[in-house]
């Protein structure tokens, strides 16, 4: 390799291997830092609540306290943020809110005061809030991210999921979990766009136009590799919807689209794939490959027996595209006819 000289010193290898380490220690030390100041932030904010709580229960302090130490913070600290009296209500609420569920109590620390604030205004039960909690932590959720996975109902989604796959009976124990865990029941797409029945590659198209929003809504961990993948063995070419690889699984997962309802010939095709990829595509040291078939609709008897003699890891999910109106509130709304005559008075 041919050296690049700067300042006298030799742009090598070596050189780039130290550049690439020392910039991943510092990377490392900033995410370290940027945790360790979230975590004494909520710690002060949670002792701020608890001791506002305390005074108001021990002296009988009204609400006027509240008003009170935050007019006098904000003048004692010139410029300092975060203590209005609005906030200061709002950490009140946090620990009381928190103060009984001690393992509730752990996992706030690990992510920002505005996520914790949006899951409190959000949410009640306390298993919504924990789901909610540890994904925002696994996931990496940014605060606009949590918001639409909550409107999404992302954690009833969780809950109901009945999962159709046939992963326990061809990948070892430990592997079969995993990849449980990032399969979904049912993938919610309505952020497409899509509103009418349309074609797969309609389908696929608009999902690579919006591959960031895919990716959020798949989980962590995935990597687009490409659409229309394409395996080239002894003058044949074999395509692949959408290609995608799991770091934590260390596997490529392949989804194939289907606009219509499961039928069972789509799993020996996905099987077919697999071996494709497994043969000739994956890398010395990776996992099996995963195969998720996105159908708009599946029955699970077909599914169970389709699966049956499968012998590579494959999976069927739904997909949505437009959030249905749950059965009892449908009656509630005006119809369009009504609507009509309303604005014009007949």
Same mark, same amino acid.
């Given at each position: *390799? =041919?050296?690049?000289?700067?300042?006298?010193?030799?742009?090598?290898?070596?050189?780039?291997?130290?550049? =690439?380490?020392?910039?991943? !220690?510092?990377?490392?030390? #900033?995410?370290? &830092?940027?945790?360790?100041?979230?975590?004494?932030?909520?710690? $002060?904010?949670?002792?701020?609540?608890?001791?506002?709580?305390?005074?108001?229960?021990?002296?009988?302090?009204?609400?006027?306290v509240v008003e009170?130490?935050?007019? +006098?913070?904000?003048?004692?600290?010139?410029?300092?943020?975060? %203590?209005?009296?609005?906030?200061?209500?709002?950490?009140?609420?946090?620990?009381?809110? %928190?103060? +009984?569920?001690?393992?509730?109590?752990?996992?706030?620390?690990?992510?920002?005061?505005?996520?914790?604030?949006?899951?409190?205004?959000?949410?009640?039960?306390?298993?919504?809030?924990? @789901? @909610?909690? /540890?994904?925002? /932590?696994?996931?990496?959720?940014?605060?606009?991210?949590?918001?639409?996975?909550?409107?999404? +109902?992302?954690?009833? #989604?969780? /809950?109901?999921?009945?999962?159709?796959?046939n992963f326990d009976?061809?990948?070892?124990?430990?592997?079969?979990?995993?990849?449980? !865990?990032? *399969?979904?029941?049912?993938?919610?797409?309505?952020?497409?766009?899509? &509103?009418?029945?349309?074609? !797969?590659?309609?389908?696929?198209?608009? *999902?690579?136009? /919006?591959?960031?929003?895919?990716?959020?809504?798949?989980?962590?961990?995935?990597?687009?590799?490409?659409?229309?993948?394409?395996?080239?063995? !002894?003058?044949?070419? %074999?395509?692949?919807?959408?290609?995608?690889?799991? #770091?934590? $699984?260390?596997?490529l997962v392949a989804?194939?689209?289907?606009?219509?309802?499961? =039928?069972?010939?789509?799993?020996?095709? *996905?099987?077919?794939?697999?071996?494709?990829?497994?043969?000739?595509?994956?890398?010395?040291?990776?996992?099996?490959?995963?195969?998720?078939?996105?159908?708009?609709?599946? +029955?699970?008897?077909?599914?169970?027996?389709?699966?049956?003699?499968? &012998?590579?890891?494959?999976?069927?999910?739904?997909?949505?595209?437009? #959030?249905?109106?749950?059965?009892?509130?449908?009656?509630?709304?005006? &119809?369009? =006819?009504?609507?009509?005559?309303?604005?014009?008075?007949?």
């Amino acid at each position: *390799m =041919k050296s690049e000289h700067v300042n006298g010193l030799s742009k090598d290898n070596e050189y780039i291997n130290f550049l =690439k380490a020392i910039k991943a !220690e510092i990377q490392s030390a #900033r995410i370290l &830092t940027a945790k360790t100041v979230n975590k004494e932030l909520i710690l $002060l904010y949670w002792n701020i609540g608890k001791s506002i709580v305390k005074k108001q229960e021990k002296f009988g302090w009204g609400k006027s306290v509240v008003e009170q130490l935050s007019k +006098d913070i904000r003048q004692e600290f010139d410029g300092i943020t975060g %203590y209005s009296a609005r906030n200061l209500w709002d950490m009140k609420r946090f620990y009381e809110q %928190y103060k +009984d569920n001690p393992k509730l109590r752990q996992l706030v620390a690990e992510i920002p005061w505005g996520h914790n604030l949006l899951i409190i205004n959000k949410l009640k039960q306390e298993d919504a809030r924990a @789901y @909610y909690l /540890k994904a925002s /932590k696994g996931y990496g959720w940014s605060r606009n991210v949590l918001l639409n996975q909550i409107k999404a +109902d992302a954690y009833i #989604r969780h /809950k109901l999921s009945d999962k159709q796959h046939n992963f326990d009976k061809v990948l070892p124990g430990h592997l079969a979990e995993q990849a449980d !865990e990032i *399969m979904k029941d049912n993938y919610m797409l309505d952020f497409l766009g899509i &509103t009418t029945p349309v074609l !797969e590659r309609e389908l696929e198209n608009r *999902m690579v136009e /919006k591959i960031r929003d895919v990716i959020i809504e798949l989980g962590q961990g995935f990597a687009f590799i490409g659409n229309q993948y394409q395996i080239r063995v !002894e003058h044949r070419k %074999y395509f692949i919807d959408l290609l995608f690889y799991h #770091r934590k $699984l260390k596997c490529l997962v392949a989804f194939e689209l289907k606009a219509g309802k499961f =039928k069972p010939e789509y799993a020996g095709k *996905m099987n077919f794939y697999l071996n494709l990829l497994d043969d000739f595509v994956r890398e010395s040291g990776e996992m099996p490959s995963i195969g998720i078939i996105l159908c708009a609709e599946k +029955d699970n008897f077909e599914i169970e027996y389709s699966l049956r003699e499968i &012998t590579r890891p494959v999976g069927v999910s739904e997909y949505q595209l437009t #959030r249905k109106l749950p059965e009892k509130f449908r009656n509630c709304l005006p &119809t369009a =006819k009504d609507i009509k005559n309303k604005i014009f008075g007949k």
